[in-house]
């Protein structure tokens, strides 16, 4: 099963950090079916201070690309991304638009 793995960086506000948890406890359903939809099968968000980390396990049938072309045609889920971009902070080298930018993997102990 193919994982993609992103990184971005929220705005480095201890307030801003802790509504954008809430808003992540539960999802609009809306988004979450978009995920599904597109075929993510798996998807889970790590913090370390403003540092965010995406793991998400896609099907075969899942392309970044894709995703984003679905997402641009569904406005809930463009109404959920203006939401966040209020938190969010764009890395060096990201996306202005997407602002998860894909991580280079660097080891695998399963290759070894």
Not at 47 to 65: H, K, P, Q, W
Not at 76 to 82: L, S, Y
Not at 90 to 110: H, N, Y
Request: net charge negative; with cysteine.
């Amino acid at each position: 099963m193919p994982r993609y793995c992103l990184t971005l960086d929220l705005q480095n506000d201890p307030a801003k950090i802790a509504e954008y948890k809430r808003h992540h406890e539960k999802i609009w359903p809306e988004v979450r079916d978009s995920l599904f939809d597109a075929g993510v099968t798996a998807m889970e968000i790590y913090l370390s201070g403003a540092r965010m980390f995406m793991i998400m396990d896609v099907n075969d049938t899942f392309s970044l690309e894709k995703k984003a072309a679905m997402d641009r045609a569904n406005p809930k889920v463009q109404q959920w991304e203006a939401l966040m971009a209020n938190f969010q902070a764009v890395p060096p080298g990201a996306d202005p638009v997407r602002r998860w930018a894909p991580m280079e993997l660097v080891f695998d102990l399963s290759k070894q």
